[in-house]
């Protein structure tokens, strides 16, 4: 049982204010990115539309999301849209 | 060159009426003519942080609906005759009054006061909408928890929105000890999450509640927090205080104890 605790991770533990500041810095982004329900939904079937053109998609199980990419040491996290969207046939 | 500052914090309970207390009297100590009103229907509680609850007749409300003329409603203050309260209602709610009728009122009162002080109600609706549609300047009350911060953060936004010509910050409750054992978000920490110009730190200091016990506001005494509030008066009427006392201390603190954090 002794052996798991390595003294590096007494010295690497986080103090609760780099917690909090990390936990903030996540928390604000999506509270900041202000995309309602409706508008991701109007943006999903958009999307669905313009790739039909191209390929056979199954828009039923499409999904579409807005997360943060970009490094967090840095502070310099942007909002990012994530679009899943699985293929049935390639060639239409 | 009457200025309105609307104090606000989206966050209940983070000291925003304590603030708009000790501000008033800051800058009425300085000589300034100074009005406070209070926003918050159904809760006010900026009457009784003055001590002041013993004199009210008419209020906000009276006001707005025409029961009674503007200076009927203004209390003078027991120990400063430069600064007024007008109180609000406590037995109507936040939809009696609506933005237009407070930049209307504050319209008036411009022309007789030097500053004037709007005590906003916690959260963003009717009331919030009310003290922040007649002013200029805003003063954003937080802690360094984070439930605060991010209630202020959310606050900057919509006022930003709105295009305010200076949106400053208060820290209110800050412990040194636990900055220093890396427990509790420094000054600094706060303002690289925020962004917002720092206009005060103020440290968490029992005097407050001894003050606010007595129905004086603690502004310019000899206690950390009645020093703190003398220098963010200051700097509200526009003096230039540098911020050593707030940042100069905490930054050398957050410097050592991060040798011992390192990720």
């Known amino acids: 049982m002794w052996r798991n605790i390595k003294v590096k991770n007494i010295f690497k533990r986080k103090s609760s204010k780099e917690i909090a ?3 903030l810095k996540i928390l604000l982004i999506s509270d ?11 943006i999903k079937h958009d999307i669905a539309k313009v790739i039909s053109k191209y390929m056979k998609i199954d828009a039923n199980s499409m999904e579409i999301q807005i997360s943060k990419t970009g490094s967090r040491e840095k502070g310099n996290l942007n909002p990012v849209l994530n679009a899943n969207i699985p293929i049935l046939d390639m060639n239409k | 060159m009457s200025e309105v500052l609307v104090i606000t914090s989206g966050k209940g309970g983070v000291g925003k009426t304590t603030t708009c207390a000790n501000i008033g009297t800051g800058l009425a100590k300085m000589g300034y003519k100074v009005c406070m009103i209070d926003t918050d229907i159904g809760l006010r509680n900026l009457d009784v942080v ?3 609850e013993n004199r009210i007749v008419y209020n906000l409300v009276d006001v707005v609906e025409g029961n009674c003329r503007v200076k009927q409603a203004l209390i003078r203050d027991k120990r400063h005759s430069s600064l007024y309260l007008m109180p609000c209602a406590q037995t109507r709610d936040k939809s009696s009054v609506n933005p237009e009728q407070m930049v209307k009122l504050i319209r008036h009162l411009r022309d007789i006061f ?30 360094p928890e984070v439930s605060a911060v991010r ?11 709105r295009e305010f010509d200076k949106i400053e910050l208060v820290i209110n409750r800050m412990r040194n000890d636990m900055v220093k054992r890396g427990d509790m978000m420094s000054a600094t920490d706060v303002m690289d999450i925020l962004s917002v110009p720092l206009l005060g730190v103020v ?8 003050s606010t016990n007595q129905g004086e506001p603690l502004v310019g005494t000899n206690t950390p927090a009645g020093k ?3 220098n963010i008066s200051d700097r509200v009427s526009g003096k230039d205080v540098p911020l050593t006392m707030e940042l100069g201390q905490i930054s050398f603190w957050t410097k050592i104890s991060g040798i011992f954090h390192k990720k």
């Open chain 1, 21 to 23: 500041k990390d936990r």
């Open chain 1, 32 to 42: 900041r990115v202000n995309c309602s329900a409706e508008t991701l939904e109007m």
């Open chain 2, 50 to 52: 003055m001590g002041l």
């Open chain 2, 114 to 143: 030097d500053f004037i002080l709007l005590d906003c109600p916690a959260g963003i609706e009717q009331g919030f909408q009310n003290a922040v549609a007649g002013a200029d300047r805003a003063i954003v009350v937080t802690t």
């Open chain 2, 151 to 161: 209630d202020a953060d959310r606050i900057i936004g919509l006022l930003e929105a």
């Open chain 2, 203 to 210: 440290p968490d200091d029992e005097n407050v509640v001894i």
């Open chain 2, 228 to 230: 703190a509030y003398q």
